[in-house]
């Protein structure tokens, strides 16, 4: 299995994706984008400016989607990223995605999740008890599901690794990465 799943929707942040998107090919394995529907998707960039005290968002690259979350078996899959930006806010409904979130958790395989990805275990049933990293505007969502927050570039539970936003990208995607790798030798 060397199969891993990032999951996407329209306005996914871009860095969120594309950095464990080819750090996982570095590591020989294959990347596969999955989201509500087969067809190209539009990623951005999510930054406060200087002087603002929201987020305003840039279109960036688009990225297109190999298997809808209808059509994935997840069991096909060594693990899987949950990316941030707008977009889980919008598909953490899907009840696809939300039978393929908890598979993963159920079976302990290793799992990604950055910003707003949390969403997406949050609504699935899938954080209470669990430590996560999010960013903090998405505290609420995190803690009224169960979880518990905490505010570091890289915060590790079991088989769960998770960040604040793509400036922790070097803190726990390698992390996640040396899981994935452990588990395929053990395989």
């Not at 002087?51 to 209808?70: A, H, M, N, Q, R």
């Not at 505007?137 to 995190?142: A, E, G, H, I, T």
């Amino acid at each position: 299995m060397n199969k891993v799943l990032i999951v996407i929707g329209d306005a996914t942040e871009l860095l969120d994706t594309m950095y464990p998107y080819y750090r996982l090919q570095e590591a020989g394995f294959e990347p596969v984008v999955t989201a509500p529907e087969k067809r190209r998707y539009q990623l951005v960039l999510h930054e406060i400016k200087p002087g603002w005290t929201i987020t305003k968002e840039w279109e960036g690259y688009t990225l297109e989607c190999d298997v809808p979350f209808s059509e994935v078996n997840e069991s096909e899959y060594a693990g899987i990223m949950f990316s941030g930006g707008r977009a889980p806010e919008y598909i953490r409904y899907d009840k696809d995605l939300v039978r393929i979130t908890k598979h993963f958790f159920a079976e302990g395989k290793p799992i990604a999740s950055v910003c707003h990805g949390v969403e997406i275990p949050a609504y699935a049933d899938c954080v209470r008890g669990r430590r996560m990293a999010t960013v903090p505007k998405c505290q609420f969502d995190l803690e009224v599901c169960g979880g518990i927050f905490v505010n570091e570039p890289c915060v590790i539970d079991g088989n769960l690794f998770s960040g604040r936003t793509f400036h922790d990208n070097g803190a726990y995607v390698g992390p996640w990465i040396e899981m994935l790798l452990a588990n395929q030798r053990i395989s």
